[in-house]
Structures are given as C-alpha cells and as structure tokens.
C-alpha cells in the first residue's frame, strides 16, 4: 500500500500553529514512507472563506520548506483539489444515498430549527439539536414541500438503536451510542453545497487518502464519517487525533496567548527551521532526550506511532530558544541575507540594499549573533553604525558612581590615546584600554562606559572594540570628539 495522505484546511483566515502541526505530521509521515502529500482546499463554508487565504495557505508551507506531490496550482489525477469546484460530484453521491435510504431531504426553515433547539434547551433535555422532523416524511407529504417551493437539505439518516465503535489508532476504540450521536446531521446544504461531512469523507475515498491526522477537536466527526463510510460500502482511512496544542493556562492555545498565525512569527523573525523543528515536537518525539532536527532528518525518521496522547503546551519561550539556536547555526552570510529585510523595515537599509550596507552588516554579524533571539532584534543593536548618534543629556556619558569632571578627563584621554586604532587588532586595543585605566586611576568599567555611549549612544551594545573597527577612524573621532564637547558645556 501506498501512503496517501493530505493537509486539507480551509480558507478563512491566516495559517494558524494547530493546523500547521497537522501539517507537518502529514508530510513527514509521507516523505518517511515514500507516499504521497496532497494539500487539498476545504472551501464549501463560503461564508466564511476569505480572499487571500489560499495564497497565504501556499505562501505558508513553501517558506517553511514544504512541497505537495498534487494540488490545486500542481495537479494531480484526483483533480480538481478545490472543493467548491467539485459540487458537482458531492450532489451525486448525496443522490445516491437518499435512494438507497441512508439520508433522506429535510425542509425545516432555520426559523423552525431555532424554535426548536430553544424548547429544548428550556427544557433542558440531554441532546440538543434536531428532531428528526422530517425522517420519515412520506412522499405526499415531500411532494407538499416541493411545491412550496421549499429548498431541502440532505441529512444522513443515523441508526436510532446501538453503538458506533470508531477506531482511533491514538486513543483506541471510542464507543458511542448511536442516539447520542449528532442528530442526524446535514450532509449537502439547500444551495448545493456539502458540509464537511460529506465533502470530507467522499474526497478522501477518491483521493484514495489511507491516513487521516487531524486535531482531536474533530474527534466527535469520527463516529458520522464511519456511518458515511459503511452506507457507500466503503474502507474508511486510518484516523490519528493528536491532542490540541494547549497555552499554559490549560486552554486550547489561542490570540490571547501570544502570537498564532504564522504571520506573525514570521513579521517578528522566527526562522523557518526553529519553527518546523519545534512545532513537530508538539505531540511527537524520537526518543524522549533528542530536541533538534532538521527538516530532511524529520522526512526519515517520522513514525506516527510516536505521536503521543498527551496535550502539548506552546511554550513561546522555548520557541524563542529554538530561534537563536537556529540563528547562531546560520553561516554569516545566511544570517546577514535574513537580516536584511528587518533591516529595510526600520528604515536602516536602502531598498535594495547598497553592497556597502551588505558588506557592513556581514561584517557586524559576528558581533551581534550570540545577542538575537528573533530577527527583528537586529535593528536595536545595529542603529548606531548606519544612523547618527545623538546623547540628550551629558551625564548619560557619566559612570554611576562617576563624576562629568573624571568623565571628560578619560574621554580627552581616550581621544588621545585612540589615534591610530583601527590598524590594531580588539585583543591590542583591550589591552590598551587596561593600560590606560590603570594609568588614569579608574576602573575599566568607569573607562570604557563612556565611550559606549559616546560611539553607540547606549550602555548596551555589541562588544565596544569590534564595533569601534567596524565604525572606522573617521566616526569614532567625530562622535568621541560630540561627546567631550558635550560634557565640556556641563563641566
């Protein structure tokens, strides 16, 4: 057997982390089997589809290095991917069905529906929702309908007595009792199209898709697609429902945890790699100890009997780790490449960027490295070399426990002293500036302070004596010298 598998979402928003991970387990599970990974458009809930969301679905999975062997935009000989383009098809097989008595037309308004889940919750009865009103209508009486004019839905016509056992190959088999079971639920809507359900369950026997993982969320679909599959005599897939991905109060992770969208991760400057590592450990792992992996090493070693039943939580804090892992892993060509558009976007960079703005960058990269978390936190520790400083006060150039008169003098002796700097290497200029706190009685803290915010405009930036050859002779002088004639006007 073939593994057939498919990431079928829908397009009503921004790819989201829950669905991402179903995502990734599906392709994994097909790269590791030498299957197939087919990305399918779930867009019969027309109401709720909104423009640009199947480019997002696309744009999406391709940055984080994802390929679909058919689709919408590749093809395929199960075509047309786009559910919305194949109402032709779920109207037939909802045909069918009502003939061989599996489902059967229903015309209750959603006035009357309405009338009747408020009784029924009034009542308080143990199972909300339909009546089963027109179940067992009689042709006359459906005749009386249709001449009304009255558009009718389709419904699947759920057995009233025993239990369905649907077979989870996570959890096990789940038994459900058949009058529990969503009221007999609707399969093909009045305008023509069909309902998840449906649409579902027909497209994944034609696509011939063998395993089905989607989050455990849909769970209580399970019990109706198995009624499905045994009224067209069909072999239903296997069924995986990992756990949701929980935030850490407990709850199914949400906006109100954090980012996410994959947007948004992707705007603050999470790398395609962290995020595919750490999401695919959301309820999978090798060997309980083993955290990092790359895309090809998941494509060979992803099983699914190690998805696990346990909930996972979003701990934004380790993805943030994963990230500057993944950051200082980066040749410093790669990472000055993916800097570059943060760097555009606080208005540093030209656009595009000049080759002298290139060539700078790269060489800050191995200053800044160890300091990034997220891509976006290359502007806070760069601005000082492509833009101007400028000190409001003085005495930010004044040391704690310093005063602006000891200030100015190591400042003058600084400029002094600095003549001729940048032919000398950072482990010589160090040296000199021990040298010449000794000489002047004050701490190397008191000395170099200072400095830092004369040449950087803060007391946090990348280590000073890099910076300083990277700034070159002509800016460190004219910033040293704003500095001292600064602290000259307060003295």
């Given at each position: ?166 077979r989870d190959e996570i959890l096990g088999d789940i038994e459900k009792a058949n009058i529990d079971i969503n009221p007999d639920p609707v399969l093909l809507k009045s305008d023509g199209f069909p309902t998840y359900h449906l649409a579902n ?67 603050k400057g999470y790398l395609p790699e962290a995020i595919v590592n750490y999401v695919t450990l959301l309820g999978w792992s090798y060997d309980d100890t083993r955290e990092f992996f790359s895309r090809e090493e998941f494509e060979k070693l ?190």
């Amino acid at each position: 057997m073939t593994v057939r598998v498919r990431f079928a979402p829908s397009p009503t928003g921004k790819m989201h982390i829950g669905n991402l991970r179903n995502a990734f387990f599906d392709y994994f599970y097909a790269r590791a089997t030498g299957g197939k990974f087919l990305l399918r458009i779930e867009d019969t809930d027309q109401g709720r589809s909104t423009e640009g969301s199947i480019q997002n679905i696309y744009d999406t999975l391709r940055w984080l290095g994802l390929s679909w062997d058919e689709g919408p935009d590749v093809g395929g000989p199960f075509g047309p991917y786009v559910q919305s383009e194949r109402n032709a098809v779920y109207g037939d097989y909802a045909a069918k069905l009502v003939s061989a008595g599996h489902a059967y037309r229903c015309y209750c308004s959603p006035e009357r529906l309405e009338a009747v889940r408020k009784e029924q919750t009034e009542k308080k009865l143990p199972v909300i929702g339909y009546d089963r009103h027109c179940r067992d209508l009689t042709e006359t009486q459906r005749a009386e309908y249709d001449e009304q004019g009255l558009k009718p839905v389709i419904r699947l016509r759920i057995p009233l007595e025993s239990v369905t056992v649907f077979r989870d190959e996570i959890l096990g088999d789940i038994e459900k009792a058949n009058i529990d079971i969503n009221p007999d639920p609707v399969l093909l809507k009045s305008d023509g199209f069909p309902t998840y359900h449906l649409a579902n369950v027909i497209d994944d026997h034609l696509m011939e898709i063998t395993h089905v993982i989607r989050s455990q969320e849909w769970l209580s679909s399970g019990p109706i697609h198995l009624h499905l599959y045994q009224a067209f005599g069909w072999e239903p897939p296997k069924y995986y429902h990992p756990p949701l991905i929980l935030g850490k109060d407990g709850h199914k992770l949400a906006k109100r945890h954090g980012s996410t969208t994959l947007d948004e991760f992707r705007e603050k400057g999470y790398l395609p790699e962290a995020i595919v590592n750490y999401v695919t450990l959301l309820g999978w792992s090798y060997d309980d100890t083993r955290e990092f992996f790359s895309r090809e090493e998941f494509e060979k070693l992803f099983t699914l009997d190690k998805l696990s039943k346990s909930s996972a939580v979003f701990d934004y804090k380790k993805l943030d780790w994963f990230n500057g892992q993944y950051m200082r892993k980066l040749e410093p060509a790669d990472l000055r490449d993916r800097l570059v558009p943060f760097m555009q976007q606080a208005g540093l960079f030209a656009s595009p960027p000049t080759e002298a703005e290139r060539k700078t960058l790269l060489d800050i990269v191995p200053l800044i490295r160890e300091r990034l978390t997220l891509l976006s936190d290359c502007a806070s520790w760069t601005s000082f070399f492509f833009e101007d400083v400028s000190i409001a006060d003085p005495a930010e150039l004044v040391p704690k426990k310093g005063t602006p008169e000891k200030t100015l003098e190591t400042l003058t002796a600084l400029n002094t002293s600095l003549a001729g700097f940048e032919g000398k290497s950072e482990e010589e200029l160090e040296s000199d500036f021990k040298a010449l706190a000794e000489k002047l009685g004050v701490k190397l803290g008191d000395l170099l302070m200072p400095l830092r915010v004369a040449l950087t405009g803060t007391t946090k930036s990348p280590p000073l004596m890099g910076s300083m050859l990277i700034l070159g002779k002509d800016k460190v002088e004219a910033r040293l010298s704003a500095a001292i004639a600064l602290l000259g006007e307060k003295v």
